[in-house]
């Protein structure tokens, strides 16, 4: 079973609404990423993590923030949600040296109407 | 620019025939390669990765991959498909140098017929 967790799985909100879309894993991974995919689509990287209180922004611009205050935590926020922000988000984490690969978490998929 | 191509969107397979699904990627020196299966409405799971060693690797469900270095390929096989194997398939590569980004391919989606 996953050791990384997100919720919601499914948010459906309205247009201008704050949420945040959280993130927890409980393996001591220092790395830790947040993707967008449209279904079915490939992976854009939004955001990543070196460790606590480092976090940078990925390939892909997003209106998204996020914050890593603790190692296990990885929220992601927006701020004001817009109908294009309508995707799945995926967290995932990895070791110091990522030799191992990624652990997903299950996804959250965010409706904006 | 460091890249990973999977040259097809879909392959379809019927169920006990052999399954390929292709990767290439274009990363300096010598990266770590990994094969992730997503299912509808799920997260990636990771099914293998090739690190040194061995050019054929074995991992999740009876999938294994074979790296070729001159070819610079990373192609995911299993030798009889089933219909639950059905599902998103992405090539991930990891260059050894300048960072720990991982690189995704844009995913083949794995049809087995019954």
């Known amino acids: 079973e996953a050791d990384i967790y997100q919720t919601p799985r499914y948010l459906v909100i309205g247009t201008g609404k704050k949420i945040t879309l959280e993130c927890s894993q409980t393996?001591?991974?220092?790395?830790m990423y947040w993707y967008q995919q449209d279904p079915g689509m490939e992976l854009h990287l939004i955001h990543y993590?070196?460790?606590?209180?480092?976090?940078e922004k990925g390939d892909l611009s997003s209106e998204s923030t996020v914050s890593r205050i603790r190692t296990e935590h990885f929220p992601l926020t927006l701020e004001s949600a817009r109908p294009s922000h309508t995707s799945q988000y995926l967290c995932?984490?990895?070791?110091?040296?990522?030799?191992?690969?990624?652990?997903f978490g299950s996804g959250t998929r965010l409706t904006v109407v | 620019a460091q890249s990973v191509a999977q040259p097809e969107d879909q392959v379809n397979v019927a169920e006990g025939n052999p399954l390929t699904v292709k990767c290439t990627y274009s990363?300096?020196?010598?990266?770590?390669l990994f094969w992730y299966v997503q299912y509808p409405n799920r997260g990636l799971q990771f099914l293998l990765k090739?690190?040194?060693?061995?050019?054929l690797v074995k991992g999740s469900y009876g999938f294994e991959a074979e790296f070729n270095k001159s070819q610079t390929s990373f192609h995911l096989k299993k030798p009889s498909a089933l219909v639950s194997d059905s599902a998103l398939y992405f090539c991930?590569?990891?260059?050894?140098?300048?960072?720990?980004?991982?690189?995704f391919g844009a995913g083949t989606r794995l049809f087995v017929k019954a």
């Open positions: 995932a984490s990895s070791e110091v040296n990522n030799n191992y690969g990624y652990t």
């Open positions: 393996m001591g991974h220092d790395k």
């Open positions: 993590s070196y460790g606590v209180n480092s976090t």
């Open positions: 990363v300096s020196g010598n990266p770590y």
């Open positions: 090739y690190i040194t060693g061995d050019n």
């Open positions: 991930a590569v990891r260059p050894n140098t300048g960072g720990f980004k991982t690189i």
